[in-house]
């Protein structure tokens, strides 16, 4: 009987644990762990975490060798998303290494890597694992001699005012960012083997990566265009990541600091840092973005039945709902680019859906004269939008030896050919047999 209250006491204590986890009809993550180096990061970046749980999520704070920390229980996980904001650990506490990060994304959860100068080669090889690289000198930071932000000291140039944004209002929203972003960090490039990164925040021409204490002896490895401040990953299993080299982005003095760009005459009572990364916090946390389809249905034009199979040239209709989360709701998703294909080995028919305005989407299309077994496809990706990828078999028919038509328009000229053909043999016989 004790045995029994105990695993009872157990069952209860861990179904608040699995109830807020990640479900299609709830798409926002809920439960995070954030893993830091020392808990003073909690007050001094308040204001983005506050901006989180403010959203409603349930922020848990370990330290990163904490020796009983895990990502997952009884081979379900604790959480939806993991916040790295330990950029000098070596090593990770209780069950959690690389490989158990990795499975934690590749089960389709979020994770957010933020660093500075201090990264270890722990944090580094996450990164790496993610799609970037960070650059290979401990001491190189990102120094910028034109964009850098106006400070009441000159300085070495490594406090970036960055303003290059990747243009998708699905990832930083609808309203323009205003005043630049303040980055003081890392750079890091883009594995050009993976083309699920995105660079979200972008150096300029004129940026580099190098010791800001010591002179160039050689050119710097990262240069330009090439290097990335803060970059997204979107799996495809529709996890998504975030990577920035500047753990102070986050910080409440970014937040609240005034920022004025080198050669620019306008001065912004504050920066665009908390607009910035509360705006991408939603995307990465799936409160924008994310798509879901449902009710897929074919039937033939005029009748509301889905068949089991068609014959060639029927007419079919094809229609499927699709609907993005809001972070509270499922709303109507709209747009002109979504395509079915009508495949067998490859696509017979490709027609683009028409939308009614309200998340439904619809086309007609005459079955191919080529029989054999067919999937209705929906293969739709779109820049910052999950992926959604539909299939349904169904096979086509010929027609059956009675459903020929009797007489076939196109033949008529046959047909008369061999009836004058026979009037005119009888002819030539009568006239032949009775002629002199």
Same mark, same amino acid.
């Not at 309200?358 to 992926?387: C, I, M, N, W």
């Given at each position: 009987?004790?045995?029994?209250? @105990?695993?009872?006491?157990?069952?209860?204590? @861990?179904?608040?644990?699995?109830?807020?986890?990640?479900?299609?009809?709830?798409?926002?993550?809920?439960?995070?762990?954030?893993?830091?180096?020392?808990?003073?990061?909690?007050?001094?970046?308040? @204001?983005?975490?506050?901006?989180?749980?403010?959203?409603?999520?349930?922020?848990?704070?370990?330290?990163?060798?904490?020796?009983?920390?895990?990502?997952?229980?009884?081979?379900?996980?604790?959480?939806?998303?993991?916040?790295?904001?330990?950029?000098?650990?070596?090593?990770?506490?209780?069950?959690?290494?690389?490989?158990?990060?990795?499975?934690?994304?590749?089960?389709?959860?979020?994770?957010?890597?933020?660093?500075?100068?201090?990264?270890?080669? @722990?944090?580094?090889?996450?990164?790496?694992?993610?799609?970037?690289?960070?650059?290979?000198?401990?001491?190189?930071?990102?120094?910028?001699?034109?964009?850098?932000?106006?400070?009441?000291?000159?300085?070495?140039?490594?406090?970036?005012?960055?303003?290059?944004?990747?243009?998708?209002?699905?990832?930083?929203?609808?309203?323009?960012?205003?005043?630049?972003?303040?980055?003081?960090?890392?750079?890091?490039?883009?594995?050009?083997?993976?083309?699920?990164?995105?660079?979200?925040?972008?150096?300029?021409?004129?940026?580099?990566?190098?010791?800001?204490?010591?002179?160039?002896?050689?050119?710097?490895?990262?240069?330009?265009?090439?290097?990335?401040?803060?970059?997204?990953?979107?799996?495809?299993?529709?996890?998504?990541?975030?990577?920035?080299?500047?753990?102070?982005?986050?910080?409440?003095?970014?937040?609240?600091?005034?920022?004025?760009?080198?050669?620019?005459?306008?001065?912004?009572?504050?920066?665009?840092?908390?607009?910035?990364?509360?705006?991408?916090?939603?995307?990465?946390?799936?409160?924008?973005?994310?798509?879901?389809? &449902?009710?897929?249905?074919?039937?033939?034009?005029?009748?509301?039945?889905?068949?089991?199979?068609?014959?060639?040239?029927?007419?079919?209709?094809?229609?499927?709902?699709?609907?993005?989360?809001?972070?509270?709701?499922?709303?109507?998703?709209?747009?002109?680019? &979504?395509?079915? $294909?009508?495949?067998?080995?490859?696509?017979?028919?490709?027609?683009?859906?028409?939308?009614?305005?309200?998340?439904?989407?619809?086309?007609?299309?005459?079955?191919?004269?080529?029989?054999?077994?067919?999937?209705?496809?929906?293969?739709?990706?779109?820049?910052?939008?999950?992926?959604?990828?539909?299939?349904? $078999?169904?096979?086509?028919?010929?027609?059956?030896?009675?459903?020929?038509?009797?007489?076939?328009?196109?033949?008529?000229?046959?047909?008369?050919?061999?009836?004058?053909?026979?009037?005119?043999?009888?002819?030539?016989?009568?006239?032949?047999?009775?002629?002199?």
């Amino acid at each position: 009987m004790a045995k029994l209250l @105990l695993y009872l006491t157990l069952a209860t204590s @861990l179904i608040p644990l699995f109830s807020v986890a990640f479900s299609p009809e709830n798409p926002t993550d809920r439960r995070v762990l954030v893993l830091v180096d020392d808990f003073t990061i909690k007050s001094s970046h308040s @204001l983005y975490f506050g901006s989180l749980t403010s959203r409603g999520f349930q922020l848990e704070f370990k330290l990163a060798d904490d020796p009983n920390i895990g990502l997952q229980r009884y081979g379900q996980y604790l959480y939806d998303a993991l916040v790295l904001f330990c950029p000098s650990v070596d090593r990770f506490g209780g069950s959690i290494d690389v490989a158990s990060i990795v499975d934690f994304v590749d089960s389709g959860h979020d994770l957010i890597v933020a660093v500075d100068s201090n990264a270890s080669d @722990l944090i580094r090889e996450v990164a790496t694992e993610c799609g970037v690289d960070f650059d290979e000198d401990p001491a190189a930071m990102v120094i910028d001699h034109i964009n850098y932000a106006v400070s009441n000291f000159d300085g070495d140039h490594t406090l970036i005012a960055s303003d290059d944004f990747i243009k998708a209002d699905v990832i930083l929203g609808s309203k323009k960012i205003e005043a630049p972003v303040l980055f003081q960090g890392i750079g890091h490039s883009l594995n050009p083997a993976n083309s699920l990164v995105l660079k979200v925040l972008s150096a300029s021409s004129s940026a580099y990566s190098a010791n800001p204490k010591s002179k160039l002896s050689n050119p710097p490895s990262l240069t330009g265009s090439a290097i990335s401040f803060v970059s997204v990953v979107q799996a495809r299993n529709n996890a998504r990541i975030l990577i920035t080299g500047s753990l102070s982005m986050f910080s409440n003095r970014f937040f609240r600091s005034g920022v004025q760009k080198a050669g620019s005459s306008i001065k912004h009572e504050k920066s665009g840092n908390e607009q910035f990364l509360t705006e991408i916090s939603k995307w990465v946390f799936h409160e924008r973005g994310h798509l879901k389809a &449902v009710n897929a249905r074919h039937h033939k034009v005029g009748e509301s039945d889905e068949p089991a199979i068609y014959r060639i040239n029927d007419d079919l209709e094809y229609s499927v709902e699709i609907y993005e989360w809001s972070g509270a709701s499922w709303e109507p998703y709209v747009s002109d680019d &979504v395509q079915v $294909q009508f495949y067998m080995m490859s696509p017979y028919v490709l027609k683009t859906l028409s939308t009614d305005q309200k998340g439904h989407y619809s086309a007609e299309f005459k079955v191919p004269d080529v029989y054999g077994v067919f999937q209705f496809k929906v293969e739709y990706q779109r820049l910052g939008y999950t992926s959604l990828s539909l299939s349904k $078999q169904i096979p086509v028919r010929p027609y059956r030896h009675n459903e020929y038509e009797r007489f076939l328009p196109a033949a008529y000229p046959y047909y008369g050919s061999a009836f004058s053909m026979m009037a005119g043999f009888f002819i030539f016989t009568i006239v032949h047999l009775y002629s002199k």
